[in-house]
């Protein structure tokens, strides 16, 4: 179980945003394991957690926190993929964001959520909450979608007004010159409020039957990514994003994967080898480790996020799963990760 993964697509706008600073994204990229030979790889992904620490590594290297912003300035429909060239040829603006979002577990899966379109709101899932290794995801993924739409309209589209959920960052100045509209922090979702009338704008390559024609495709590969994904998989996709509100039950899963409880039950024995209480405690396990050790997210914050009482809870479970307090796995992580990184970096002297 982890936090989700990404489409390598999602790397080529970070890698454009710092060659547009000067910086050469070669080292910062092969430190991570970011080759040029995965960058052009077919359906290449790399997890969330390491993306994360990609952008940290890289705001830290120009010094640019608003890297984010930049990052949405340079993305292309293409880096979408099939659904984004699906997007490129649809009748209007609208069609074309909710293409995307129809189509998003093909370049990305977060067990936190999935994009929406509610329309004038297009809306980016929360991530909260939010820390250094985190904001530049929200601001990249709104920044992106801003600029596909100015993209896809050659120019005609407008954001009326930008929704942010985190308090205003130091570098706050920077979102209205990236938006050209009023951006609110500390709001209640993630989402860009579009002039209704722009939703509506035909697009400039736009074409009905290759639009068609790519959505049959797009059909296609989301059906086959369907038949891969095993029951377990669906279930913990329905567990994890609930944690922090309250432990899901067996009958609340089976609802939403529309199967009678005695059917899902039996699919998890006969399939999976297991029951759904293990999924429940082995999910708690699995996000506990990657968050301790792929984000400086403080215990209480992590207790809450996976629904414990307490921090003390928590910190109880984690020693049970681990044999280690959660501040010490975090410690010896981060120090084998140093030592590794330099490591890496001696022996390219």
């Given at each position: 179980m982890?936090?989700?993964?990404?489409?390598?697509?999602?790397?080529?706008?970070?890698?454009?945003?710092?060659?547009?600073?000067?910086?050469?994204?070669?080292?910062?990229?092969q430190?991570?394991?970011?080759?040029p030979?995965?960058?052009?790889?077919?359906?290449?992904?790399?997890?969330?957690?390491?993306?994360?620490?990609?952008?940290?590594?890289a705001?830290?290297?120009?010094?640019?926190?608003?890297?984010?912003?930049?990052?949405?300035?340079?993305?292309?429909?293409?880096?979408f993929?099939?659904?984004?060239?699906?997007?490129?040829?649809?009748?209007?603006?609208?069609?074309?964001?909710?293409?995307?979002?129809?189509?998003?577990?093909?370049?990305?899966?977060?067990?936190?959520?999935h994009?929406?379109?509610?329309?004038?709101?297009?809306?980016?899932?929360?991530?909260?909450?939010?820390?250094?290794?985190?904001?530049?995801?929200?601001d990249?993924?709104?920044?992106?979608?801003?600029q596909?739409?100015?993209?896809?309209?050659?120019?005609?589209?407008?954001?009326?007004?930008?929704?942010?959920?985190?308090?205003?960052?130091?570098?706050?100045?920077?979102?209205?010159?990236?938006?050209?509209?009023?951006?609110?922090?500390g709001?209640?979702?993630n989402?860009?409020?579009?002039?209704?009338?722009?939703?509506?704008?035909p697009?400039?390559?736009?074409?009905?039957?290759?639009?068609?024609?790519?959505?049959?495709?797009?059909?296609?590969?989301?059906?086959?990514?369907?038949?891969?994904?095993?029951?377990?998989?669906?279930?913990?996709?329905?567990?994890?994003?609930?944690?922090?509100?309250?432990?899901?039950?067996?009958?609340?899963?089976?609802?939403?994967?529309g199967?009678?409880?005695?059917?899902?039950?039996?699919?998890?024995?006969?399939?999976?080898?297991t029951?759904?209480?293990?999924?429940?405690?082995?999910?708690?396990?699995?996000?506990?480790?990657?968050?301790?050790?792929d984000?400086?997210?403080?215990?209480g914050?992590?207790?809450?996020?996976?629904?414990?009482?307490?921090?003390?809870?928590?910190?109880?479970?984690?020693?049970?799963?681990?044999?280690?307090?959660?501040?010490?796995?975090?410690?010896?992580?981060?120090q084998?990760?140093?030592?590794?990184?330099?490591?890496?970096?001696?022996?390219?002297?």
């Amino acid at each position: 179980m982890k936090l989700g993964d990404l489409a390598v697509g999602h790397l080529y706008s970070l890698q454009a945003a710092l060659i547009e600073l000067g910086q050469d994204p070669q080292p910062l990229f092969q430190r991570y394991g970011i080759t040029p030979e995965l960058l052009a790889q077919p359906q290449a992904r790399i997890s969330i957690p390491r993306f994360m620490r990609l952008g940290h590594a890289a705001i830290r290297e120009s010094g640019t926190p608003a890297i984010g912003l930049l990052m949405g300035q340079q993305v292309q429909i293409s880096h979408f993929d099939l659904a984004g060239m699906a997007a490129q040829c649809a009748p209007a603006l609208g069609e074309a964001f909710a293409t995307l979002v129809r189509y998003e577990r093909l370049t990305s899966q977060n067990y936190r959520g999935h994009s929406s379109l509610a329309a004038p709101a297009l809306r980016f899932y929360s991530i909260s909450p939010y820390n250094a290794f985190n904001l530049f995801v929200v601001d990249s993924a709104l920044a992106a979608r801003a600029q596909l739409g100015r993209q896809l309209t050659a120019g005609r589209a407008r954001v009326r007004e930008v929704h942010i959920e985190f308090p205003a960052p130091a570098y706050a100045d920077a979102y209205e010159a990236c938006f050209q509209c009023p951006v609110l922090f500390g709001q209640a979702a993630n989402q860009l409020l579009w002039d209704p009338a722009s939703l509506a704008l035909p697009l400039v390559q736009s074409a009905p039957a290759t639009f068609a024609h790519l959505i049959q495709l797009c059909d296609r590969e989301l059906a086959q990514l369907d038949r891969h994904r095993r029951i377990r998989e669906k279930v913990e996709e329905i567990v994890s994003p609930e944690l922090h509100r309250k432990l899901p039950t067996l009958s609340e899963v089976a609802e939403q994967l529309g199967l009678p409880t005695w059917t899902l039950r039996r699919r998890l024995h006969t399939e999976a080898n297991t029951r759904f209480q293990d999924i429940v405690n082995e999910t708690r396990r699995d996000l506990a480790i990657t968050y301790i050790r792929d984000t400086d997210l403080a215990l209480g914050e992590i207790a809450f996020l996976l629904g414990f009482s307490s921090q003390g809870a928590f910190q109880r479970g984690f020693r049970k799963w681990t044999g280690q307090p959660p501040g010490a796995f975090r410690r010896q992580y981060r120090q084998t990760l140093a030592a590794e990184n330099t490591e890496v970096r001696f022996g390219k002297s």
